[in-house]
């Protein structure tokens, strides 16, 4: 058998088309619609941004300003802030995105680096052919892309590098709870405030260090740290705290009044869900208290409470984790108070680089802590029942214990009731796969067939990968609607359809 012979040149595609319609798919496609609202709005005219996502807006309109360089710089520019500022407004109609006028500002950015390398270098050729054997690739990697079932993108491997940048594998951790002896890490009891600081009484010498000023108030024992919700406590980031094995975070806190989300009571969790957490959280709808803690993988598990939190009352809050069991229990007064738990328990949570905080949480604003806390502990070992019962027993007036309260409850396994929320998916992991796919599909029939018998071909092959990759990947496509899902794969064919048509008739202005 001879070698495969091909008989048409390809396709030839405009680049700047093609590029400006790839990012328009991955950055405005909608991964969930909902309705814009005021918050939302407000949300994205603040320019506050994440220095890692900076980055990567910057990077993903480099080759942008490297394909608009044959324009006037003013042009180019403008054509830049174009493209971003619509996506941006249609992620406003999106639940699965965050927009923001940052975005648009470091897009821009990027934009403008590429047009000065351009100038050092070359700019991208005007036109792309895509040959014959290109576009049987293109196909061969759609197929292999949905055998893969959505778990290699370029979402993916962002989110793969900003956990490296958070938590590299190199960080140094604490080996206590996995593979040595676990101890009292930190125990903060909010005596006094010297100089800014709280001591630690653990005999570490952890200091908390005080942030905006927050004052002393009576507390369940002696004194109390009072949170406004602009106040927490900084603990650093010793390694002691890097915990990568059983922990047990407990705290008496008093409540005055609740953020829209988590109230982080002790935290180390950041946007990437990387850490771990003790909170008072309205996840399962009623204010209850949770546990949350990274896995292996970096995906969130989370212990939800049963009973629901008031304010103005005293409550003794902790949750433990015990690797060897890998099980997650949370604590309300010395009870175990174990409701529904979302998430597999690894053999061992991912710790982060971040600093540890008191009355807030490491990653975000908005999940401040409103109220009083007292008897902060961070512990390198799972407590067990009987010992947080003890930790949350009344002390009598010859300061006796009394254990009334702290009665242990029986065990509830994390099987036992369904949550009423799932750890949110990844929703423009799946977008990237199947926006992906369709460009794979629009490459291999635009180089591989011509006229109408292209578009044919695009909309019989992306009907049918559609449907393997359904089969395939149930798992993951089941978060989304069907017409998503299909839109998805039209949209990464029809920027490769645009691009040949503005290469057949198209000019570069």
């Given at each position: 058998m001879g070698p495969v012979r091909f008989h048409r040149p390809g396709a030839s595609l405009r680049t700047d088309v093609l590029l400006g319609a790839l990012i328009l798919a991955f950055t405005a496609a909608p991964t969930q619609l909902r309705?814009?609202?005021?918050?939302?709005?407000?949300?994205?005219?603040?320019?506050?941004?994440?220095?890692?996502?900076?980055?990567?807006?910057?990077?993903?309109?480099?080759?942008?300003?490297?394909?608009?360089?044959?324009?006037?710089?003013?042009?180019?520019?403008?054509?830049?802030?174009?493209?971003?500022?619509?996506?941006?407004?249609?992620?406003?109609?999106?639940?699965?995105?965050?927009?923001?006028?940052?975005?648009?500002?470091?897009?821009?950015?990027?934009?403008?680096?590429?047009?000065?390398?351009?100038?050092?270098?070359?700019?991208?050729?005007?036109?792309?052919?895509?040959?014959?054997?290109?576009?049987?690739?293109?196909?061969?990697?759609?197929?292999?892309?949905?055998?893969?079932?959505?778990?290699?993108?370029?979402?993916?491997?962002?989110?793969?590098?900003?956990?490296?940048?958070?938590?590299?594998?190199?960080?140094?951790?604490?080996?206590?709870?996995?593979?040595?002896?676990?101890?009292?890490?930190?125990?903060?009891?909010?005596?006094?405030?010297?100089?800014?600081v709280v001591r630690d009484?653990?005999?570490?010498?952890?200091?908390?260090?005080?942030?905006?000023?927050?004052?002393?108030?009576?507390?369940?024992?002696?004194?109390?740290?009072?949170?406004?919700?602009?106040?927490?406590?900084?603990?650093?980031?010793?390694?002691?705290?890097?915990?990568?094995?059983?922990?047990?975070?407990?705290?008496?806190?008093?409540?005055?009044?609740?953020?829209?989300?988590?109230?982080?009571?002790?935290?180390?969790?950041?946007?990437?869900?990387?850490?771990?957490?003790?909170?008072?959280?309205?996840?399962?709808?009623?204010?209850?208290?949770?546990?949350?803690?990274?896995?292996?993988?970096?995906?969130?598990?989370?212990?939800?409470?049963?009973?629901?939190?008031?304010?103005?009352?005293?409550?003794?809050?902790?949750?433990?984790?015990d690797a060897e069991s890998r099980t997650v229990d949370v604590y309300l007064d010395g009870r175990r108070d174990n409701g529904c738990l979302q998430g597999a328990v690894s053999g061992r949570p991912r710790p982060t680089g971040r600093h540890v905080f008191i009355g807030r949480r490491a990653g975000s604003r908005g999940y401040e802590f409103i109220g009083a806390i007292d008897e902060a502990e961070i512990e390198s070992r799972a407590l067990s029942g009987s010992e947080v019962a003890l930790r949350a027993g009344v002390a009598g007036p010859g300061g006796e214990w009394h254990r009334e309260r702290a009665v242990e409850s029986p065990p509830r396994g994390p099987g036992e009731e369904p949550c009423v929320q799932e750890i949110e998916p990844h929703p423009p992991r799946v977008a990237g796969m199947l926006i992906s796919l369709g460009v794979a599909i629009g490459l291999a029939c635009a180089s591989l067939w011509q006229g109408l018998r292209l578009r044919l071909a695009i909309f019989v092959f992306c009907l049918l990968a559609l449907v393997v990759d359904m089969l395939v990947a149930v798992p993951k496509l089941a978060l989304q609607p069907v017409w998503l899902a299909v839109l998805y794969v039209f949209t990464g064919g029809a920027a490769v359809v645009l691009a040949e048509r503005e290469a057949r008739g198209g000019s570069s202005d």
């Open positions: 309705v814009a609202d005021v918050g939302a709005l407000h949300s994205a005219l603040t320019l506050q941004l994440h220095p890692f996502d900076a980055v990567v807006n910057v990077l993903g309109y480099v080759p942008l300003g490297f394909a608009l360089a044959t324009r006037r710089v003013t042009r180019a520019l403008l054509a830049a802030f174009s493209l971003s500022l619509f996506a941006e407004a249609v992620q406003l109609f999106s639940t699965g995105r965050d927009p923001a006028l940052a975005d648009v500002v470091t897009n821009v950015a990027g934009a403008g680096v590429g047009l000065a390398l351009a100038r050092i270098w070359r700019p991208l050729p005007h036109l792309v052919t895509i040959p014959p054997p290109a576009g049987l690739a293109a196909a061969v990697l759609a197929v292999v892309y949905v055998g893969l079932g959505a778990s290699v993108t370029v979402d993916a491997m962002l989110e793969t590098a900003d956990g490296w940048i958070e938590a590299p594998p190199w960080m140094t951790t604490n080996p206590r709870g996995r593979l040595a002896s676990g101890v009292l890490e930190g125990h903060w009891t909010f005596e006094t405030i010297d100089r800014g009484v653990s005999g570490h010498g952890l200091r908390a260090a005080v942030v905006n000023s927050p004052v002393l108030v009576p507390g369940r024992r002696d004194s109390a740290v009072l949170l406004n919700g602009r106040q927490w406590l900084d603990l650093g980031n010793p390694v002691s705290l890097r915990l990568t094995g059983s922990m047990t975070l407990s705290a008496w806190v008093r409540p005055q009044a609740f953020p829209s989300d988590d109230a982080a009571i002790i935290s180390s969790l950041t946007d990437r869900e990387l850490g771990y957490q003790l909170d008072l959280t309205i996840d399962q709808g009623p204010r209850t208290m949770s546990f949350k803690i990274s896995d292996g993988a970096s995906q969130l598990v989370a212990r939800y409470g049963r009973t629901p939190i008031v304010t103005d009352r005293w409550y003794h809050v902790a949750g433990v984790y």
